[in-house]
């Protein structure tokens, strides 16, 4: 009799883990407690603008192996879309100034020795002072690792690492920190390619998996919330979905909670996960870029932080957001408006515009949070954990959330 898994929540780690199972050998069952599947990295279509736009403007880049396979494993890699050299172009608002961080393509981090490709007035030195980043624990903070302050500080790391541990960096994890830069700037330009679903997260990363899964004779039930996990022994041995709506376990089936941290508690009652999280905002314009525009343009000294560039509409991204969420919708996209203009050279009244103020949108990058998140394997021997908030070992990211479904679905995998 063919084992089952039941992947419980339907994001990128539900989903990653229930793509790996099927290509396992197992049947899967994805419970999703909502009316769509890809959690936090969706498309949907805005009637504000009268596009389809993303939830949030997630990167790829192209050392993220989890995640590339993951889209290769679903047939979409091609969806992933970038350069063809990791080359990221910047503007400081403040100032005017304009240049272009070229990281090359080699596994190597030789750009740092190209005055021509490193970040104007920075030195060799300064790069070297990044060094104690990459063997820091968990526990220590980014301010107390390398020097927050400098040329090279405020217009390469505090970016980089602002987008990626969504807090202010010196407050951080200097371990996660560390772990984002060895995954990028150590490992050369190949790893750093930015890479962007061009067409849309979910037409890319979240409805194909769907697809394929059902397409292959397994189940993906939407609404479907799990209410509690009957338990015996170190096993978990029923599901129950409410009004009677029950599933029995058999001895050799499992199931990976993919779920947010504070579902994940309700069901796992004493479960250890992270109690605080960061908002990210994001906000969608509906306008042609211009015809020279960069796919993505870092900006320092203004509001915005990333500009994107996609068919019909600019958007931007603003992390550590929490300043932001109860500002009045037309003065902040004003104001995100005046930056777009500054950044981007176009001037014009404020079009059509959408804002996604995410509230929750990651668990708090710092040691403290970083210590509550838990493992894949759980006291059940047949329950397992994924999602981005679990102990990857990077901070919320999708490389982090598929990492984790594959780490799950590869438990399940073991027990046989």
């Known amino acids: 009799m063919q084992k089952t898994a039941h992947i419980i929540g339907a994001g990128i780690s539900g989903l990653s883990a229930a793509v790996r199972l099927a290509n396992g050998g197992y049947k899967v069952a994805v419970h ?9 990295c969706r498309s949907y279509f805005d009637a504000a603008t009268n596009l389809t736009i993303d939830n949030g403007n997630h990167l790829v880049l192209s050392g993220n192996r989890h995640a590339l396979s993951y889209a290769r494993s679903i047939g979409t890699e ?5 350069p063809a050299r990791a080359q990221f172009p910047f503007v400081d608002l403040a100032t005017g100034q304009r240049w272009q961080l070229d990281l090359g393509d080699s596994r190597l981090p030789l750009w740092v020795f190209d005055e021509a490709r490193r970040v104007p007035d920075t030195g060799l030195r300064d790069y070297l002072a990044l060094a104690p980043l990459a063997w820091a624990g968990t526990e220590a903070l980014v301010g107390n690792t390398i020097p927050c302050k400098g040329t ?16 202010d960096p010196p407050e951080g994890s200097a371990g996660l920190a560390g772990a984002i830069v060895r995954e990028t700037l150590l490992a050369g330009g190949q790893a750093c390619r930015p890479l962007i679903a061009r067409d849309g997260l979910s037409s890319v990363l979240i409805e194909p998996a769907v697809k394929l899964l059902q397409e292959r004779g397994h189940s993906v039930q939407f609404s479907h919330e799990l209410r509690t996990l009957g338990m015996s022994g170190d096993r978990v041995t029923e599901l129950d979905f409410g009004g009677g709506d029950k599933i029995t376990l058999a001895a050799d089936d499992a ?19 992270p109690t605080k999280f960061r908002a990210i905002v994001n906000a969608h314009f509906r306008v042609d870029p211009p015809r020279d525009a960069a796919p993505i343009l870092g900006v320092v000294g203004g509001l915005v932080e990333w ?21 009045p919708r037309e003065e902040l996209a004003q104001a995100i408006w005046r930056d777009i203009c500054k950044a981007s050279g176009i001037a014009g009244d404020l079009p059509p515009w959408q804002i996604v103020r995410e509230r929750r949108a990651t668990f708090e990058a710092t040691p403290e949070q970083n210590a509550l998140r838990p493992g894949p ?38 027990r046989r």
């Open 307 to 327: 500009l994107f560039a996609f068919p019909q509409r600019l958007s931007i991204t603003i992390s550590n957001g929490d300043r932001l969420v109860d500002m």
């Open 152 to 167: 090279l500080y405020d217009r390469l790391v505090q970016p980089l690492l602002l987008a990626a541990l969504n807090v």
């Open 377 to 414: 394997a759980t006291a059940q021997k047949n329950l397992f954990l994924a999602g981005d908030w679990t102990a990857t070992g990077l901070p919320a990211t999708i490389e982090g959330s598929v990492r984790s479904g594959d780490r799950a679905a590869d438990l399940v995998l073991a």
């Open 32 to 40: 999703e407690a909502t009316q769509q599947a890809g959690g936090r």
């Open 78 to 82: 091609a969806g992933l879309v970038g």
């Open 255 to 273: 199931v990976v909670l993919a779920v947010p941290p504070r579902a994940a508690a309700s069901l796992l009652p004493g479960l250890k996960t």
